[in-house]
């Protein structure tokens, strides 16, 4: 393995710290971090919004830094994350306002930013009621009906409404959301309005929890998807729950534990007592809502894929078999689906980089073990789902593994020999799914690999450089690429690629490819006619551009209009727990979108056959 210097980068305030390889960019070493910068210009150094302060270490300013920051800012340290290059090691400053997760209260759409009207579903109002006299012996409920308005109560509540009321001389915070008394709390409480956005992935679930009245977020955890016992991918969940209902439950079981688990983590992390989380979004792709909700997914698993549910559910956070650690009669909104293999993560998705308000033809690709694909043109939405695999996750990879400590995440010929970058500066014990592309990105430039996906012999490329040429290795009748010896691996083995990797990818890739050549080719548009590419998700956001593009997994277009939005996800379950106007247009969008079902087009075998192949160039 070549051991190539790497640079330790340290991000403030958040303290975390990665390991790059030298002229890795300040935004990469950033994603890397879980710090997504805003990129609205695709990376052009044009927009000036993905600038940081370099506290310490060597980043020399590029051109367009010049352009857009005085010599006294320069001399300060500030730079344009997407322009500046690591060549050691750093301390970098983030400003709250070049990220794009923390941007809370803002969407992106093709570039602009719209301010989000922060208005959540919870409202807390302090009122001080009048006691019950001879003269006004209205009933305690109507008391506060005539402050409030109409409203409905669960029994549950309704039983300790009168003693709260009385405890505290009928003055007190009345907690409402969307018509619903969820609680009458002594004092004044207002500023203590909590709620909690999940993101609940397949693999990942990601809460992040809110402040209600500001939209601002307070903090963030995650945690794996604990139904990974079940099988990693959406079919191993559905076949599991097709077997018996006691797979459902306990399948939905741990989805919760986990959920509380978080919810606990965040509320003492941050101070806030559970009691005042109101209210909990969930956006999930439709298998994952389904078993949140104890539903089984069983017929997603055949023909026509109908799901239980579309639209989205309203429910109580303590209906039976939810039971949230949150306020006893808080809310829950599970996101709308669009069809049995589009989910409310997509519709939550759609929601955050504001599809639903652009006049552009833009794609939005979540790549992952199911690549979700979202095109909008003329203002119309169509959907679809590829199902990958878990190739990507580094799953049927022989070497393969998450994008955990150990991992090979990165690699690069740098003209002489590859490079790769470790998570954790650790010594490698396995490949994540973006050093894959970037390997087999660079083997095809190499001419390694050819555009059918074999590997070729040594022999076979002349011009080879040596030490790329030590690193194939024949064994029965195929070549295999060294990542690195035993004597360098952290599990004592050598690390390969092997051919059978390499057909894994061209799956993988060629699933997701030839969904988005059908959804243009539907519209006779091709990717020339989009203006822009929106990659979305825990992957996508890690993949270097110009290699996906080279493997084919994205059409090859100028990398300015290939942009990462980050967790769209996420952001989207936080939309819509802070904002009542964009959860009202997340049901628009869910009942407007087309689902177009890949599977049921003519075309989609001969497609998915010419986009295993990989690009000549
Ligand atoms: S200037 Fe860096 S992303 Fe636009």
Redesign the pocket.
């Known amino acids: 393995m070549s051991l190539a210097p790497e640079f330790k980068v340290v991000f403030q305030p958040s303290g975390r710290m990665v390991y790059v390889l030298a002229d890795t960019t300040v935004?990469e070493a950033a994603a890397r971090a879980g710090l997504m910068?805003?990129?609205?210009?695709?990376?052009?150094?044009?927009?000036?919004?993905?600038?940081v302060r370099v506290v310490a270490g060597d980043v020399a300013p590029s051109a367009?830094c010049r352009q857009?920051f005085s010599a006294a800012e320069l001399q300060q340290g500030m730079r344009?994350?997407?322009?500046v290059r690591l060549v050691s090691d750093a301390v970098i400053d983030v400003p709250a306002a070049s990220l794009y997760e923390s941007a809370a209260a803002r969407i992106l759409t093709d570039g602009q930013a719209h301010d989000l009207h922060v208005q959540a579903m919870v409202e807390k109002t302090w009122v001080q009621l009048a006691a019950p006299t001879m003269a006004d012996p209205a009933a305690d409920l109507m008391r506060l009906e005539r402050v409030l308005g109409p409203l409905r109560i669960k029994l549950s509540l309704l039983r300790q409404l009168p003693a709260k009321l009385r405890a505290n001389n009928y003055g007190g915070t009345a907690v409402v959301c969307n018509g619903d008394l969820l609680d009458f709390e002594p004092g004044d409480t207002t500023s203590s309005s909590f709620g909690v956005a999940f993101d609940l992935g397949t693999t990942t679930i990601v809460a992040v929890l809110l402040d209600l009245n500001s939209g601002a977020e307070i903090g963030v955890a995650a945690t794996m998807n604990p139904q990974v016992n079940n099988g990693d991918d959406v079919i191993s969940r559905i076949c599991a729950a097709r077997d018996s209902q006691a797979n459902i439950t306990a399948m939905q079981d741990a989805v919760i534990q986990a959920c509380n688990a978080l919810i606990r983590q965040l509320s003492r992390d941050h101070g806030v007592q559970p009691r005042h989380i109101y209210e909990v979004t969930i956006a999930g792709n439709t298998t994952m809502q389904h078993l949140f909700c104890g539903i089984t997914p069983a017929a997603l698993g055949e023909m026509p894929f109908a799901p239980a549910f579309s639209r989205a559910l309203v429910l109580w956070a303590c209906e039976a078999g939810i039971r949230l650690e949150v306020n006893e009669h808080a809310r829950l909104y599970v996101f709308p689906n669009i069809g049995g293999f589009i989910g409310g993560d997509t519709v939550a998705g759609i929601l955050a980089t504001g599809l639903w308000d652009c006049k552009d033809t833009v794609l939005l690709v979540d790549i992952g073990t199911n690549g979700e694909i979202a095109l909008l043109h003329q203002g119309k939405i169509s959907t679809a789902s590829a199902a990958a695999g878990p190739a990507f996750e580094g799953a049927r990879i022989v070497n393969g593994m998450r994008a955990t400590s150990g991992a090979i995440e990165k690699v690069v010929f740098n003209g002489n020999d590859l490079q790769m970058n470790v998570i954790g500066n650790a010594l490698p014990i396995g490949m994540c799914g973006t050093a894959l592309i970037d390997l087999v990105a660079e083997l095809l430039r190499l001419e390694v690999i050819d555009c059918t996906g074999r590997i070729v012999t040594a022999d076979e490329v002349p011009q080879l450089p040596e030490a790329i040429r030590q690193r194939l290795h024949e064994a029965d009748a195929q070549v295999n690429v060294l990542l690195c010896s035993a004597a360098d691996s952290g599990t004592g083995e050598a690390l390969y690629l092997y051919q059978k990797d390499v057909r894994e990818l061209q799956l993988a890739s060629g699933a997701i490819r030839a969904g988005i050549n059908i959804m243009l080719s539907r519209l006779n548009l091709t990717a020339d006619d989009l203006d822009s590419v929106l990659l979305a998700g825990g992957f996508g956001n890690f993949i270097r551009r110009r290699n996906a593009c080279r493997i084919g997994l994205l059409p090859a277009l100028p990398l300015a209009r290939i942009r990462f939005v980050g967790n769209a996800a996420s952001a989207g379950a936080k939309a819509a727990l802070v904002s009542r106007k964009l959860r009202a247009i997340a049901e628009q969008v869910a009942t407007a979108a087309e689902h177009v079902d890949l599977s049921m087009d003519a075309e989609f075998q001969m497609e998915f056959a010419m986009a295993m192949m990989f690009p000549q160039q």
């Open positions: 935004f910068l805003q990129t609205p210009c695709g990376g052009r150094g044009s927009c000036g919004k993905c600038r367009a857009f344009l994350g997407c322009q």
